[in-house]
């Protein structure tokens, strides 16, 4: 999990320097900066399965948006992972796939909107043709998910505000 982290900040790093780059008003108005990391393997205990580690590799994009429309600004930072890999279990291993979103969008105009929100999905391939097992009431697939949300008025007074996070196994 810290290599995946360590990469995640350099691929923020290489995004703000290209967003530096670029001139300021075509960047408002420009499509998606895009920026692909592989992932080198790394180890990771199954949130769902208590001692069972998986070699997972894969890529993460970054895409960034900024764009204007009247009097409103609005910002999009989306990371986007997608893993693969199996147990480290040589005699019976399994596969796992990992797909994670997270996406931070604030809005500026008058009132301030700022929403951040991440998915997680896990997906382990079970040993059953049913596609879950029975671990004492849970399944082997992992989902969570968190959501964030705060709009603020003009005079900076909070308005409105979300949190919401939940973590299943299934």
């Known amino acids: ?4 982290l360590r ?34 393997a790394s180890v990771i205990e199954s949130p769902c399965i208590a001692g069972e580690f998986v070699n997972l590799s894969g890529k993460i994009v970054i895409a960034e948006y900024a764009r204007t429309n009247g009097t409103t600004t609005h910002f999009t930072f989306r990371v ?22 997270d996406v931070t969008e604030f809005n500026q105009g008058g009132a301030t909107e700022t929403t951040h929100e991440i998915n997680t999905v896990m997906v382990r391939q079970s040993e059953s043709g049913i596609g879950t097992i029975d671990i004492g ?12 949300h ?4 003009a005079l900076g007074v909070p308005t409105a505000t979300v949190d919401d996070i ?3 196994c299934m």
């Not at 923020?12 to 920026?35: D, E, F, K, R």
């Not at 009431?137 to 964030?148: C, Q, S």
């Open 1 to 4: 999990m810290q290599s995946k």
């Open 7 to 40: 990469v995640l900040g350099q691929a923020i790093i290489a995004v703000a320097i290209v967003s530096a780059a670029a001139p300021a008003l075509a960047h408002a108005q420009s499509g998606p900066i895009v920026a692909e990391i592989p992932v080198p």
């Open 80 to 101: 986007i992972t997608k893993m693969q890999g199996t147990t480290l279990d040589l005699f019976n291993p399994k596969k796992y796939v990992l797909n994670d979103e």
């Open 137 to 148: 009431g849970f399944g082997d697939d992992f989902k969570g998910k968190t959501k964030m």
């Open 150 to 153: 705060f709009t603020f008025n």
């Open 166 to 168: 939940t973590f299943t």
